[in-house]
């Protein structure tokens, strides 16, 4: 069961361009949304994360858009930049006896062109 | 600077054979995880274990076993490896309580054939 859909599952953008991705849960347990980073050879590494009593954090270039009636969330990066180029994971997670468990999205390969 | 460090970042095993995958971070965690990540399907949680000895079901659990006897290992276990289970692995740990961040290891390439 995939309690978390993310889409698309790739995207190329132009370099400056804003890169969308998209996700959606089913728990409403969830109180925790994060957003890793995958670089080819690398494990995921936390970008940004937001808890559900805010509909947006900005970090840098990076912004998490939340929906908590429609139970979804997105990452928008502005600028985006040839560095810019990896997997990215969206992800849910509560606290209490799950112990940080996430789940996590299918994955969403992003190229962004120079 | 925290680390997760993982015992083979490529492995080739043979069907039936049984493989020992490990896992050790420096960061005092308790937490520790073990994922396997394909293609169009993201990470799924295959065995958590929040604490020494102590461990839990994931989302995808058969075929696989863990071992955790000191804090900072968590071992993955395929009894008798098939080809279906030819995956990137990655193991990942983090802390009780607080932050939910999880710091993931290089992760380990695994064929069987």
């Known amino acids: ?114 | 600077d925290v680390k997760v460090t993982q015992s083979s970042r490529y492995l080739v095993k043979r069907t039936g054979e049984k493989v020992f995958l490990e896992c050790v971070q420096d960061m005092d965690h308790e937490n520790m995880f073990w994922y396997r990540q394909d293609p169009g399907l993201g990470l799924r949680l295959i065995y958590f274990s929040y604490d020494v000895k102590m461990k839990e079901k994931g989302d995808i659990p058969e075929g696989y076993s863990v071992s955790r006897e000191k804090k900072e290992r968590f071992s993955l276990i395929l009894e008798s490896a098939s080809t279906n289970q030819t995956s990137m692995y990655l193991c990942a740990s983090s802390e009780h309580g607080g932050s939910y961040e999880q710091y993931f290891g290089p992760g380990t390439r695994l064929t069987v054939t």
Not at chain 1, 43 to 61: N, Y
Request: hydrophobic residues 30%; positive net charge.
């Open chain 1, 1 to 114: 069961q995939q309690q978390v859909k993310q889409s698309p599952q790739s995207l190329i953008v132009q370099k400056g361009g804003i890169s969308i991705i998209n996700c959606a849960y089913e728990n409403t347990a969830f109180d925790y949304f994060p957003w890793y980073q995958q670089f080819p050879g690398k494990g995921p590494a936390l970008l940004i994360a937001i808890r559900p009593d805010v509909s947006e954090k900005k970090e840098g270039r990076f912004t998490i858009s939340f929906n908590k009636s429609a139970k979804q969330f997105s990452l928008h990066i502005m600028d985006s930049q040839p560095g810019d180029s990896a997997t990215y994971f969206c992800a849910a997670g509560r606290g209490g006896t799950s112990y940080g468990k996430l789940t996590f999205g299918q994955g969403t390969i992003l190229t962004v062109h120079p």
